[in-house]
């Protein structure tokens, strides 16, 4: 079988993946599996052989990726119903002046887009932004965008967000290595959007609904007394809001960091690779969100129907990165891999430039930032070693390519939008731009930790 032949059915493959997912809106579960399939045939694995790939890599990556997702999905779950958003947000426009507004807004949403899905942080935190631009005078245009982006580019990049979670587990990656440069390359990205964001000129009112309260003189956002006193009788206290978000990050982190650096049988290494381990870390972290509910950490809706919607938020990526696993061990066992390494070779482009651009385009053209990551981390991962890049470098490469562009095709899109008072150009021009440079900065940062050995 000639390497045209093979590089020529990858590339139809991948085509019919999104066309399939964006022109005629097949589930990309479902999608995923017709491709492998169609995949596995038409690369000589036959019948039996192609369903048993399919099964042993569906299998093999929820082995080692299941228990991660749903600890990660039940935490969301509990830090999305548990006031957790709120709380963080009314504190960080303590912390800045009025004229600084819009970096308050991208702190908070930056720290608590890293355990919840963007779309919901919007609708979370959306009353409190428009009260808050009301008071202001500043833009919607700009206020609305900054809140989507901080959590748009952490969903992305950062772990325990699904994505990225299942995507360093496709790769290889550690959780803790994911965690510490993802941050090296997102930060830079939100600081990069949210300061083309505060250059916005156009202005736009927020929607009536969200400040009629306002002109009755209500409690709203902006660091007032009726506020400190609904938080105080009402909100929970910044440490236990910080405290779920921050413990698995930090866990997992000082074990991939101090673990190594102890002897072998040291009974305080055994307790920090315990707790560190990233399942266990996010377990943690879940027990340690209970006491947000108060009283009712023991009623029924906080430790069985809490649990069981994160189970169903699960549901969707956990799908979605078992069959990416077979993808992957479709094109490991049909010798794609080197059909490709061999054409970027006569290509003569940078090898880093694939896993971002193929992010991208998924992201681009499906909507969704999630399966970008998702799709382009189970299509590269068998490219690791062929290619000769770290598994942490094509994770960052998936993770920044998959922030582009947020379009009239995304659900985020479409929430902040309509939320925010914007029309659709207004958003195009805000959502849009921001969330290409943000992800052009971080593949730029990412580059730059290549060139210095630091990736």
């Known amino acids: ?214 002109a009755t003189g209500g409690s709203g956002p902006s660091g007032d007394t009726a506020v400190t006193e609904r938080t105080a009788v009402r909100g929970p206290s910044l440490i236990a809001c910080l405290t779920p978000i921050v413990a698995p990050i930090v866990l997992i982190s000082g074990a991939s960091l101090l673990g190594p650096l102890m002897t072998e049988g040291n009974p305080v290494r055994g307790v920090l690779e315990f707790v560190g381990e990233p399942t266990m870390a996010l377990f943690l972290a879940c027990v340690l969100s209970l006491p947000l509910f108060r009283g009712r950490w023991r009623d029924k809706e906080t430790l069985t129907d809490l649990f069981e919607s994160g189970l169903r938020i699960a549901a969707m990526p956990l799908a979605l990165t078992g069959v990416g696993g077979a993808l992957a061990a479709t094109i490991r066992e049909t010798g794609v891999a080197e059909s490709v390494a061999e054409g970027v070779q006569q290509i003569g482009i940078s090898p880093i430039v694939i896993p971002f651009l193929v992010a991208a385009a998924v992201c681009t053209i499906t909507g969704s930032n999630i399966l970008g990551v998702m799709t382009a981390a189970a299509i590269m991962q068998p490219l690791v070693d062929v290619l000769g890049l770290a598994p942490i470098a094509i994770y960052l490469a998936c993770a920044t390519g998959a922030q582009i562009m947020k379009h009239a095709n995304s659900s985020g899109w479409w929430v902040t939008t309509t939320l925010s008072n914007m029309t659709v150009g207004q958003g195009i021009r805000s959502i849009g731009v921001a969330s290409v440079i943000s992800g052009v900065t971080g593949f730029a940062v990412l580059n730059v930790l290549i060139a210095v050995g630091a990736v």
Do not use: N
């Open 1 to 214: 079988m000639s390497d045209i032949y093979v590089l020529s059915a990858f590339l139809l493959a991948l085509v019919v993946l999104v066309l399939f997912i964006a022109r005629f809106k097949v589930h990309p579960v479902a999608t995923l599996f017709v491709v492998v399939v169609a995949l596995g045939l038409a690369l000589g694995m036959g019948g039996t052989g192609t369903i048993d790939l399919v099964t042993e890599g569906f299998g093999s990556t929820l082995a080692s990726v299941g228990l991660l997702v749903i600890f990660g999905c039940v935490l969301g779950k509990m830090l999305e119903l548990s006031g957790v958003a709120e709380a963080i947000t009314e504190r960080c426009l303590r912390l800045f002046s009025e004229r600084k507004v819009p970096w308050a807004v991208a702190l908070a949403s930056s720290v608590v887009g890293i355990p919840l899905i963007a779309d919901s942080v919007v609708v979370m935190l959306i009353p409190i932004v428009s009260a808050l631009a009301a008071r202001t005078g500043i833009s919607m245009m700009k206020l609305g965008p900054i809140l989507y982006i901080g959590a748009y580019v952490m969903t992305s990049v950062v772990p325990p967000g699904p994505g990225p979670l299942a995507s360093a587990a496709l790769l290889g990656v550690p959780t803790g290595q994911a965690i510490l440069l993802g941050l090296a390359v997102g930060v830079p990205g939100i600081l990069a959007a949210t300061l083309y964001l505060t250059t916005i000129r156009t202005h736009v009112d927020p929607k009536p609904e969200f400040v009629e309260h306002l």
